[in-house]
């Protein structure tokens, strides 16, 4: 009776070694499943070169959206969107939104789409590469609560972000771009 005892002793004891052993890792499953889940929206702000706009935009499309489709299929990211000014006016006219699985953002996926980028072919626009459309200005990295149900694209949080600046900077967005802008 004694050896039982103490043989139920020494698994009790094991048993709660283990548990405080694993406890920060339990504490940090059950706090991430318990808060929303969260994902990196990575905004990308150009400047194009004097009537190099639309040449810029083609040339975001042919090479940066051609990689993306790539880390889409592949799970890498969830989607990705161009927008563009009305004018030349202002520090950017071209918006690159990005949007990630999750918070990490490009960091997560950085190993993975550097193989695709070096699989990848730079395609000119009209004999130009992007260093003779157009200039990156900034970035910015959001980050997005998803809320339970919800979903969000690069595209609708872009068009919201550039709706708000549009309305606090006085700068009228395509009216062809699909968000409101009331004045």
Known sequence: ??????????????????????????????????????RAVE???????????ENL???????????????????????????????????????????YTDARGYAGIAEAFERIRSAHKTQLIEGKPLAELGRIVDSKKLLEEIPPGGRCSA????????????ASACIRPKSNTGFPITH
């Not at 993306?68 to 520090?91: F, H, N, P, R, S």
């Open 43 to 53: 905004l990308t702000f150009l400047k194009s070169l004097p009537g190099q706009r």
């Open 57 to 99: 935009r083609r040339f975001l499309v042919a090479n940066w959206f051609a990689m993306d489709a790539i880390a889409v299929k592949q799970g890498l990211m969830t989607g990705y969107a161009v927008m563009q000014t009305e004018t030349d006016d202002g520090l950017w006219d071209t918006l690159v939104a990005v949007t």
């Open 1 to 38: 009776m004694k050896a039982l005892l103490l043989r139920h002793s020494l698994i009790w004891l094991v048993a709660i070694n283990a548990l405080i052993a694993v406890w920060p890792a339990i504490a940090e499953t059950v706090e991430a499943a318990n808060s929303p889940p969260t």
């Open 155 to 166: 595209k609708y949080a872009a068009r919201v972000f550039v709706a708000r600046i549009a």
